[in-house]
């Protein structure tokens, strides 16, 4: 499988990987891996393509309802694909913390202990959030709960890895979005190269590095900015809604073996 395995520094108990669009069972213009139930795919060639991630990991992968906010749910054995939520953590085997993307941001942590992992779908929206509280430090919040006392000082023990992502030559918006962000952080400036039209092209991945440092988190693999993992230049390996309009999915995936 041409399938993205995170390189760091995790417990060999912390399992994870991000497909991309290949090796599945979905025709044009969802070929082939397409992941989501909800893009206008057939669902048998979904439901087939889910079961193929299934047997390749050995666990259940839980997908999320994902609206770009910022709510985050627990997995235990009685949850179920479906949740309404873009961020999901587990301190429990059996059960693959699961976020789809087609140019947002997968976010994946655990921390050197193996004692919780998570992931998160950063999208601009729900990376900026409201009043300071977005998707990152949503996740943060449950996750530091589930690794107990001292959690929050121990964050520089926390491991985040990024996955592929619109990259920061292809993802032009407006005003309003860099606003979201500069008002919040002034160092946020550094992430966006003005435009002609009063448009800026934006660096995701550099927002949510930005984001991560701020809440204490150091240790940040995968993706960097750089060519190769952005998903709308790249159309035979990533699918990208920003480039083709109709798309399928692609997940990333964090479990505990």
Not at 52 to 62: D, K, N, T, Y
Not at 129 to 152: C, I, K, M, N, P
Request: charged share 15%.
């Amino acid at each position: 499988m041409d399938w993205l395995v995170p390189q760091w520094p995790a417990p060999p108990r912390v399992r994870a990987l991000c497909t991309t669009r290949t090796g599945g069972h979905s025709a044009a213009p969802f070929d082939s891996l397409n992941l989501g139930n909800h893009v206008g795919d057939r669902p048998s060639a979904v439901a087939a393509n889910r079961a193929m991630l299934q047997r390749a990991m050995g666990v259940s992968p839980i997908f999320l309802t994902q609206v770009h906010g910022t709510q985050t749910v627990r997995l235990t054995d009685a949850t179920d694909t479906g949740a309404e939520a873009d961020a999901c953590y587990t301190d429990r085997g059996g059960r693959a913390c699961t976020v789809m993307v087609a140019d947002c941001l997968p976010v994946l942590l655990t921390d050197q202990r193996g004692s919780a992992v998570a992931a998160a779908h950063a999208g601009w929206r729900g990376l900026a959030g409201r009043g300071g509280v977005g998707v990152l430090e949503s996740v943060l919040s449950s996750f530091d709960q589930t690794r107990g006392a001292g959690a929050t000082a121990d964050r520089p023990n926390i491991l985040a890895w990024l996955g592929p992502c619109i990259g920061p030559l292809a993802f032009e918006v407006g005003a309003d979005v860099r606003e979201a962000f500069v008002s919040q952080d002034s160092d946020a400036a550094a992430m966006f190269a003005a435009q002609p039209g009063n448009k800026w092209l934006a660096d995701l991945q550099g927002l949510t590095r930005l984001r991560l440092r701020a809440l204490g988190i150091q240790q940040i693999y995968g993706n960097d900015g750089t060519g190769a993992w952005c998903t709308v230049s790249q159309p035979a390996r990533y699918f990208s809604y920003r480039r083709d309009g109709v798309s399928g999915r692609m997940a990333a995936c964090i479990w505990l073996a």
